[in-house]
């Protein structure tokens, strides 16, 4: 996608480390006249993952994907013994659920399977023994053959929030984009798709304060609450809007 050409790939989406979390301030009062921010109601406001996981493989796994659009969370014997994932896509959820047990100081490999209205899901989840790098190996969805994931592991201190949007280009050219972020560690990443098209951009960049900032410390939008929404210049010079709200 050469329009989008400032929001450019890196190696790393998201690096979740150990850190403080910010506490959470008050939100100020909305003035006379104007429309609150989104608020996602449905979504949780803490880290679900267990502290004492925040090392291994076990826990809790975020993600977005383009697929068109959609989300994912995996849990990997987070509570106990229970592995499943919950996958919404295109607004119908998928409960998948995987007979593979967790084995301590491996890494965890494991198909996930379920049934979604237009038939049979699999998809392949794969994590380092320490939770990094978590991602799909290989995923069969009906009617979405080119399904794009990226994935992050929460942690007891910094939540993982997705957010499902959209572009657009003064050319004309629109697109999905998704992204996951943590305010604890004021960095995002995710994914920006043509619609149509089987190829995507990999983005990501920090945040600061309420800003987006991408990778070369351009400013592409604000987060409000829990809502996205921003224009910006592209390489091009043409200007792009994105939007996006929190969904999971």
């Known amino acids: 996608m050469r329009h989008l050409s400032i929001l450019l790939t890196a190696s790393a989406i998201l690096a979740l480390g150990a850190c403080k979390k910010d506490k959470d301030k008050d939100p100020e009062p909305s003035k006379p006249g104007t429309t609150s921010a989104y608020t996602c109601t449905n979504c949780v406001t803490a880290p679900e993952a267990k502290a004492e996981h925040d090392g291994s493989s076990r826990g809790i796994y975020k993600g977005i994907l383009v697929a068109s659009t959609g989300t994912i969370k995996f849990n990997v014997a987070n509570d106990g013994n229970t592995i499943n994932a919950i996958m919404v896509i295109d607004g119908e959820t998928v409960n998948l659920t ?51 994931f990226t994935l992050a592991k929460e942690t007891s201190n910094a939540l993982i929030e997705g957010f499902e949007g959209k572009y657009e280009i003064t050319d ?19 994914v920006a798709r043509e619609t149509g098209s089987t190829e995507e ?31 910006f210049q592209n390489g091009d010079g043409e200007t792009v809007t994105i939007s996006a709200k929190r969904t999971l």
């Not at 198909?111 to 049979?120: E, I, K, L, Q």
Request: hydrophobic share 30%; glycine share 14%.
């Open 98 to 148: 995987s007979s593979i047990t967790w084995e301590a100081d491996k890494p965890y490999v494991a198909p996930f399977t379920g049934t979604m209205s237009s038939g049979p899901v699999s998809i392949t989840f794969e994590v380092d023994q320490n939770g990094g790098d978590p991602r799909i190996i290989s995923s069969s969805i009906p009617g979405h053959p080119n399904a794009t």
């Open 172 to 190: 004309g050219e629109k697109g999905n984009f998704n992204i996951l972020l943590s305010r604890t560690l004021k960095k995002w990443g995710g």
């Open 201 to 231: 951009d990999d983005i990501n960049g920090t945040l600061n304060g309420d800003k987006i900032i991408d990778k070369n410390g351009k400013t592409l939008g604000t987060l409000t609450k829990d809502e996205i929404s921003g224009t």
